[in-house]
């Protein structure tokens, strides 16, 4: 029986994901009662340990260097909000996008990209690490909030829309959640879309934090046609702006062209190929995209935010230690596993270096940093 008086997705598109129509959960649950089961998933992640750790787990930045950086928490609520923005005006599930959004970087090691690549390199001969599907781990394994199972038992199409990518051998072992990689199909059009409002979100953010650290400067993005053109629009209008401003307004400004533009290309790639059910969208070619003149702009924008920024020697200097930290914690807990706490231990007994992976991966930037001080900073016992 339940509660709700009306139906809640009633205005969605016919392709749209459908809590109703969900392809289910790994261990069966009567549907909730007064929520839709996208929103029970959305809930269950907020509620998520992995997700409070988001707080302080770093995109570029560690963790304590500036309190107004990105943390992967406050890229995640970015992420969510363009993606529901997004799927609002597409007719698209709002609920579903929110609960991947907020997922979606659940499985990042600490120390962003560095970590995840350190901790990779550790795992080549067991298997390697991905983010991505660590992300599925968090929220199919390795959350111990219920009674009756391990995870979060979320539906399907939340689950598909958090395993972006995945290799061909992950991608048979893992059963139907893998078939589309195996299949060449698409997901849902509500997990395309938080793909790309992902990239929307850490492109624009990472322009205001480069600018905001003093890595980058506002001179060195004229050669962005994206970014120099807002600029220039922001500065014709409003002359007597002040700086930080005038970065707010054009990062706005971009957004915003992003949005729309991704909004109308995908209106047009839907319209042509008229799926009549989500299974049509799985069918048919990526239907949520940036035409192509804005798709050749905002590669421009992230090549030029790959060299000046996530390349810049100071970014540099933090990473490689970053990398350290993780290679050396990795070994450490190899050799002696009896460092690791207790349940973690029996796990690396029974199972081997996966749990261990599993544990550095679910620190945060200072525990990593913390940890890594406890089992080598000689003269400190
Ligand atoms: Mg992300």
């Given at each position: 029986?339940?509660?709700?008086?009306?139906?809640?997705?009633?205005?969605?598109?016919?392709?749209?994901?459908?809590?109703?129509?969900?392809?289910?959960?790994?261990?069966?649950?009567?549907?909730?009662?007064?929520?839709?089961?996208?929103?029970?998933?959305?809930?269950?992640?907020?509620?998520?340990?992995?997700?409070?750790?988001?707080?302080?787990?770093?995109?570029?930045?560690?963790?304590?260097?500036?309190?107004?950086?990105?943390?992967?928490?406050?890229?995640?609520?970015?992420?969510?909000?363009?993606?529901?923005?997004?799927?609002?005006?597409?007719?698209?599930?709002?609920?579903?996008?929110?609960?991947?959004?907020?997922?979606?970087?659940?499985?990042?090691?600490?120390?962003?990209?560095?970590?995840?690549?350190?901790?990779?390199?550790?795992?080549?001969?067991?298997?390697?690490?991905?983010?991505?599907?660590?992300s599925l781990r968090v929220v199919d394994l390795l959350e111990e909030r219920y009674g009756s199972f391990d995870g979060l038992n979320l539906c399907f199409e939340t689950r598909e829309g958090i395993l972006k990518h995945c290799s061909a051998e992950n991608a048979r072992r893992l059963g139907p959640i893998g078939e589309?990689?195996?299949?060449?199909?698409?997901?849902?059009?509500?997990?395309?879309?938080?793909?790309?409002?992902?990239?929307?979100?850490?492109?624009?953010?990472?322009?205001?934090?480069?600018?905001?650290?003093?890595?980058?400067?506002?001179?060195?993005?004229?050669?962005?046609?994206?970014?120099?053109?807002?600029r220039a629009a922001v500065l014709e209008r409003m002359p007597h702006i002040a700086a930080r401003r005038a970065i707010h307004e054009t990062v706005r400004r971009i957004i915003d062209t992003l949005v729309s533009d991704l909004v109308a290309e995908s209106q047009r790639r839907i319209a042509a190929a008229a799926p009549?059910?989500?299974?049509?969208?799985?069918?048919?070619?990526?239907?949520?995209?940036?035409?192509?003149?804005?798709?050749?702009?905002?590669?421009?924008?992230?090549?030029?935010?790959?060299?000046?920024?996530?390349?810049?020697?100071?970014?540099?200097?933090?990473?490689?230690?970053?990398?350290?930290?993780?290679?050396?914690?990795?070994?450490?807990?190899?050799?002696?596993?009896?460092?690791?706490?207790?349940?973690?231990?029996?796990?690396?007994?029974?199972?081997?270096?996966?749990?261990?992976?599993?544990?550095?991966?679910?620190?945060?930037?200072?525990?990593?940093?913390?940890?890594?001080?406890?089992?080598?900073?000689?003269?400190?016992?």
């Amino acid at each position: 029986m339940t509660h709700l008086t009306a139906d809640p997705e009633a205005g969605l598109a016919a392709y749209a994901a459908r809590s109703s129509q969900t392809l289910g959960r790994a261990q069966h649950e009567d549907p909730p009662h007064s929520r839709t089961q996208f929103q029970r998933d959305r809930d269950r992640i907020i509620h998520s340990t992995a997700f409070r750790r988001l707080e302080y787990k770093t995109q570029v930045f560690v963790n304590h260097e500036g309190d107004l950086f990105r943390t992967r928490l406050t890229h995640s609520l970015e992420v969510a909000q363009i993606a529901r923005s997004v799927a609002r005006t597409l007719h698209l599930n709002e609920d579903l996008v929110e609960a991947v959004s907020l997922a979606h970087d659940l499985g990042h090691t600490p120390f962003g990209h560095a970590g995840q690549d350190a901790l990779n390199a550790c795992m080549q001969p067991f298997g390697g690490f991905e983010h991505n599907l660590q992300s599925l781990r968090v929220v199919d394994l390795l959350e111990e909030r219920y009674g009756s199972f391990d995870g979060l038992n979320l539906c399907f199409e939340t689950r598909e829309g958090i395993l972006k990518h995945c290799s061909a051998e992950n991608a048979r072992r893992l059963g139907p959640i893998g078939e589309r990689f195996l299949l060449r199909r698409q997901a849902s059009l509500e997990a395309q879309i938080t793909n790309v409002a992902d990239e929307i979100a850490y492109n624009n953010h990472d322009i205001d934090d480069g600018l905001r650290s003093g890595l980058i400067d506002a001179a060195q993005l004229e050669e962005v046609p994206l970014y120099a053109r807002h600029r220039a629009a922001v500065l014709e209008r409003m002359p007597h702006i002040a700086a930080r401003r005038a970065i707010h307004e054009t990062v706005r400004r971009i957004i915003d062209t992003l949005v729309s533009d991704l909004v109308a290309e995908s209106q047009r790639r839907i319209a042509a190929a008229a799926p009549a059910s989500i299974e049509d969208v799985r069918a048919a070619q990526l239907l949520v995209a940036f035409s192509a003149p804005i798709r050749a702009e905002a590669d421009v924008l992230k090549t030029f935010l790959h060299r000046n920024l996530y390349r810049h020697p100071e970014v540099l200097r933090m990473t490689t230690k970053a990398a350290r930290i993780v290679r050396e914690l990795f070994a450490a807990f190899q050799d002696e596993p009896r460092l690791l706490p207790a349940e973690h231990c029996a796990r690396a007994q029974s199972e081997g270096p996966r749990a261990i992976a599993d544990y550095i991966a679910g620190m945060t930037d200072r525990f990593a940093i913390r940890e890594h001080r406890r089992l080598f900073a000689v003269g400190e016992f």
